[in-house]
């Protein structure tokens, strides 16, 4: 018998039928992936572009099954979702992965003089050791060296050029792809979902009569593993950055509020229901060898990711294992931050 606690009693997902809205490409596609590789038995991967869902079906054309779908359009998702009842009967795990940004990089400060420092006493503050020109302090002849570096502001025409940038097309492109797509995609795979905890509940039960040490051990190891659902959101729903514009960010944070409800509103069924907000990942960039160069340590500075580097692939689908996984299988109604800590600095 195996241990409750073996590695792949906790993180297997031996015979889980997932689907991934935006397999295509991105962390769509690492997420397939990841399933597939570690025992799913089917995952339907839906995107609009059909090339795209091939190339992330190509290392496991068996596992891996391509869907054109739109998340923008309930009747399309329907459709999907109906041949999927055909195939299986049920599903286990959902990922609303979907998502589209419109890039407008908030106007970036004028180029920084040389740095400028006063003397302070040492009771009048304390700062992070950043050292001069980066807002630090340093101790010289018993005086606290403040140091600044001081940019000039962008204009007010600037300021007003990076707002009216985003169209009202590109508002309601944004809340049609990232938000009301994850909405219409969980409406539509509800039902089975909710045939994925009914089906374990008959294959799977949790014997409530156990007595002996033996028989609770097994009942421990047949919890059940609810059906889920993951909406991947954005750290940029959770700062105060417009680094790729406002409509992303705000749409994004209407996922994480979406996802809230969802939770109330899935509970009765036994659904889990959780959001997986990343930070930087080359993967769901452009997937450039350049990109890649990201995770190398250092690339970033600490002010703006803690760990200085971007997340992996590897990284990501340890994450979705989890979230898939009995291990991670009393999460619920949970963001779960992954950035290597640039939320919580800032």
């Known amino acids: 018998m195996s241990s409750p606690f073996d590695i792949n009693t906790l993180f297997g997902v031996k015979d889980l039928v997932a ?23 089917r995952v339907y991967i ?56 419109y890039l407008h990089p908030p106007p970036a400060p004028g180029p920084a003089p040389a740095p400028t420092t006063s003397t302070a006493d040492a009771s009048e503050g304390s700062g992070d050791g950043a050292g ?38 590109e508002f309601l492109t944004s809340y049609r792809v990232n938000t009301m797509g994850v909405f219409y995609t969980i409406a539509a795979f509800t039902s089975l979902l909710d045939a994925g905890n009914n089906r374990q509940n008959e294959h799977d039960p949790v014997s409530a009569s156990a007595t002996t040490q033996r028989e609770q051990k097994e009942a421990v190891i047949k919890v059940q593993r ?16 417009a680094t790729g514009g406002c409509a992303y ?46 995770t190398a ?14 997340g992996t692939d590897q990284e990501m689908a340890g994450t979705i294992l989890y979230l898939a996984s009995r291990a991670g299988g009393y999460v619920n109604g949970h963001v779960l931050v992954v950035d290597g800590g640039s939320l919580g600095y800032r």
């Open 249 to 294: 960010g705000m749409s994004k944070a209407a996922v994480i509020q979406l996802m809230g409800q969802m939770m109330r509103v899935l509970a009765p069924l036994g659904i889990r229901v959780n959001t997986l907000s990343p930070g930087v990942f080359p993967s769901n960039l452009a997937g450039t060898p350049a990109n890649y160069a990201m």
């Open 132 to 169: 001069p020109g980066k807002g630090g302090l340093s101790l010289s002849s018993g005086k606290i060296q403040v140091g600044r570096t001081l940019r000039p502001s962008p204009t007010a025409p600037q300021v007003e050029s990076f707002l009216l940038a985003t169209t009202p097309d």
């Open 46 to 101: 839906l995107g609009r572009r059909l090339n795209a869902l091939h190339e992330t079906a190509s290392t496991h054309p068996e596992i891996i099954i391509p869907i054109v779908a739109d998340v923008t359009d309930p009747t399309s998702l329907t459709a999907a979702a109906d041949r999927i009842r055909e195939e299986t009967g049920y599903v286990d795990f959902l990922v609303a992965g979907a998502g589209m940004v």
């Open 19 to 41: 689907v991934v809205t935006g397999g295509g490409s991105g962390l769509g596609r690492v997420i397939s992936r990841a399933l597939a590789t570690n025992g799913a038995k």
């Open 226 to 241: 609810k059906s889920h659902v993951v909406a991947i959101a954005s750290v940029s729903g959770q700062n105060n950055n």
């Open 297 to 310: 340590e250092g690339t970033f500075p600490m002010e703006l990711i803690p760990l200085r580097r971007a």
